[in-house]
């Protein structure tokens, strides 16, 4: 809450409108959870006072993605009213939509993968699971919301069942894949113009950023009396800007919430 205020605050200050300063705070104030949680790991440093605090606001950083989601479709909607009109909107459309999921996952969800996992079919296993995920986002996108959303509800949905851990074990050996599709998709997304552009400015925009982000979280690590090793840890493992940004810029931009511009040099990609 705390970096997204800051970044909030210096679009608004850059002359970006209410509405574009939230969705910009909202987005970049977010942390990477696939490399954060992927290089803990790696080290073994999960187990750590660090590691437990990265994990624990890299956690609610995840739950925050659903509100994010709702409130730029919100916008991109079209709907009128002020901001605080908008964001009371999207907190109300992400209760409804956690009540579904709940309402879903209990009813739906198990029969399901009880049948799917009688056949001890893997492949049915994944294409079932699959099946979720896109039949999720696809009535998302029905209700006027975004496919992105539609797949992390899904997600909780798979994880409210009790085959949650059998499901991400199948997965798994898929995530280093996937990951690396995504990121491969957006380095080949990025328009090497607005660094030609303005240089100086991107430069002193990520240095703000992350040097800012890492501030903020380095004083809030000693506010809830973390070591200095441990808060200048978390600080920098959570200061760069998460992969989120790209799907909820992206989203912005593509709804006409973002000015191709402005879309580009926060997310460089093609206008």
Do not use: C
């Not at 954060?36 to 080290?43: D, G, K, M, N, T």
């Not at 997600?155 to 069942?161: D, I, R």
Request: no cysteine; charged share 10%; proline share 4%.
């Amino acid at each position: 809450m705390a970096t997204s205020a800051m970044i909030f605050g210096a679009a608004l200050l850059s002359g970006q409108s209410s509405d574009t300063s939230v969705i910009i705070g909202a987005s970049l104030a977010l942390s990477s959870t696939a490399i954060v949680l992927e290089l803990l790991s790696a080290e073994r440093r999960l187990a750590t006072t660090a590691g437990r605090a990265s994990f624990s606001v890299l956690l609610a950083q995840d739950l925050a993605v659903v509100p994010i989601l709702v409130f730029v479709s919100v916008l991109g909607a079209g709907s009128g009213g002020s901001v605080v009109t908008h964001i009371s909107s999207a907190i109300l459309k992400a209760v409804v939509a956690v009540a579904f999921l709940i309402l879903i996952g209990r009813l739906l969800m198990r029969p399901l993968f009880q049948m799917v996992a009688g056949t001890h079919s893997t492949e049915l296993f994944v294409a079932a699971t699959l099946f979720v995920i896109v039949g999720a986002g696809l009535a998302a996108h029905q209700a006027g919301l975004s496919m992105a959303l539609g797949a992390f509800v899904a997600g909780l949905m798979l994880a409210e069942t009790e085959y949650g851990k059998a499901i991400e074990a199948t997965v798994e050996p898929f995530k280093g894949l996937l990951l690396g599709i995504f990121f491969f998709t957006v380095g080949m997304a990025i328009d090497f113009r607005v660094f030609m552009r303005e240089p100086v400015w991107l430069l002193a925009a990520v240095i703000s950023i992350l040097a800012g982000k890492a501030i903020v979280l380095i004083i809030l690590g000693r506010i809830f009396r973390l070591s200095w090793p441990a808060a200048m840890e978390i600080g920098f493992l959570l200061g760069p800007v998460g992969e989120f940004a790209f799907v909820s810029i992206g989203m912005a931009a593509a709804a006409g919430l973002i000015e191709p511009r402005v879309s580009s040099f926060v997310v460089p990609s093609p206008p």
